[in-house]
């Protein structure tokens, strides 16, 4: 069994409690909490509970840390793992700043550990299937590009989450929250890189109402008026955004957390040459194919007509919904896959890299072997951690039993984002086009 450690218990630590269990093959050893680590640990079946994450990692030294914490901990704890030589599955947005991130991404190549960020829409069927449709060719030459991720937990002005504060979640909120997948889940379904855009941010709540008493992230309560301080906001409520990719597309899409109605829903279109796609993450089963002289389809999850890549993260046959806890199994199936083959062969390698590091130069991977699991450059360049050679288009060519995890979402993954997200944030902060 691997040994894991989740630190921080809130929302996403369950989730990934529940997810790690779910596999059979991971011992949840310990989690890490600052309040209430004893007793979230026995009501969880966790053996032991921390108040410190330092702690838990040097009595336990566990094969694979879990960051399921407030933003402005990612990098500390991150660092803390990578350095005594432990695989790190970190929460989205990755860090605090663009710098952060290319040290944790430069150290885990150097550390030869295996990491992921959470970017978890990658691992829905559909959305996988809607990847080998148009690398493929089945949308012909791609057009534009559109979307959105909505929801409304953050509708009103009492409603409140430690994100909303830019000295916690940073400099950006709704972005970097799910805004950050959004843009993941595009350039990983079209093979696009997003290489300027033109932002708009608004912040509909300038002063919000903070509870005094603690609020979990997506709950509500109605509160008296004396239970509440008021706290000047300046993270982004709305998002919206125009791009341009290497592959000559067009694109928008728009982000926002204030938006009625819509509780979690990504949406993702693709208008190419041939035909056009769409997949929804309210209906997550499904894969609308829209055609000009025929009548349009709707794709069903089924194992038995999607292709063979996306087969592999569907596991349940047609009319057995899959959702939101099923990708992350499936993203740590693949993960502790690759961990489990680095134990069983006694070394923290798998194959060799160029070791690239999205806008940082040459990486100081050791004896030039990378620490990655697989997966394309983060900005599309470079050549690939997985196992194989390289294309010309310099992304890599999985082989043998580490092919199902190059659609790791890895550091360098996470990198990207960050990326991302600081040209937002720089365009729309001067209202003008920025070059990525």
């Known amino acids: 069994m691997v040994r894991s450690a989740v630190i921080g218990a809130g929302f996403i630590g369950l989730t990934h409690i529940e997810a790690l269990r779910r596999l059979g093959s991971v011992d949840v050893v310990a989690l890490a909490d600052a309040l209430g680590a004893g007793e979230k640990a026995a009501a969880l079946q966790v053996p032991k509970g921390y108040a410190g994450y330092q702690e838990l990692i040097d009595h336990e030294m566990p094969d694979v840390v ?135 941010f608004s912040t509909f709540h300038k002063v919000r109402r903070k509870p005094l008493g603690s609020v979990e992230t997506f709950s509500s309560a109605t509160w008296k008026a004396e239970n509440f301080t008021e706290i000047p906001i300046d993270t982004e409520d709305y998002a919206a955004f125009l791009f341009h990719t290497d592959g000559g597309a067009h694109g928008s899409c728009v982000v926002s957390q204030a938006v009625a109605g819509r509780k979690n829903q990504l949406r993702l279109s693709v208008a190419g040459s041939r035909c056009s796609l769409l997949w929804d993450s309210e209906d997550t089963n499904s894969l609308w194919v829209g055609h000009r002289n025929e009548a349009n389809q709707l794709y069903a999850k089924d194992p038995g007509i999607l292709t063979p890549e996306a087969c592999r993260y569907a596991s349940f046959p047609g009319g057995h919904l899959e959702g939101y806890p099923d990708t992350f199994k499936q993203l740590f199936k693949s993960f502790y896959g690759m961990v489990e083959n680095r134990i069983k062969d006694g070394a923290p390698a798998v194959g060799a890299s160029a070791g690239h590091v999205p806008g940082g130069g040459e990486s100081a991977a050791v004896g030039g072997v990378s620490a990655i699991g697989g997966g394309e450059s983060a900005n599309g360049g470079g050549v690939s951690a997985s196992v194989g050679k390289a294309t010309p288009e310099g992304k890599g060519v999985s082989a043998g039993r580490d092919a199902q995890q190059t659609d790791i979402s890895d550091f360098r993954a996470g990198l990207r984002g960050m990326i991302l997200t600081e040209k937002l944030l720089e365009s729309a902060g001067g209202r003008r086009w920025v070059s990525v």
């Open 66 to 200: 879990h960051v399921c914490t407030p933003n402005e901990t990612h990098f500390e704890i991150a660092m803390y793992a990578l350095e005594r030589g432990i695989h790190v599955v970190c929460e989205k947005p990755m860090a605090m700043s663009v710098e952060q991130a290319r040290i944790m991404t430069e150290t885990a190549l150097a550390k030869g550990v295996v990491n992921a960020i959470c970017l978890i829409n990658r691992f829905y069927p559909m959305a996988y299937q809607m990847k080998d449709m148009v690398a493929r060719g089945d949308a012909g030459r791609i057009f534009s590009i559109g979307g959105s991720y909505l929801q409304d937990w953050l509708m009103y002005d009492t409603d409140y989450n430690w994100r909303l504060e830019s000295s916690r979640g940073g400099a950006t909120r709704a972005v970097a929250d799910i805004g950050y997948h959004w843009m993941d889940l595009m350039e990983f379904v079209t093979g696009h890189r997003i290489t300027e855009v033109c932002a708009d």
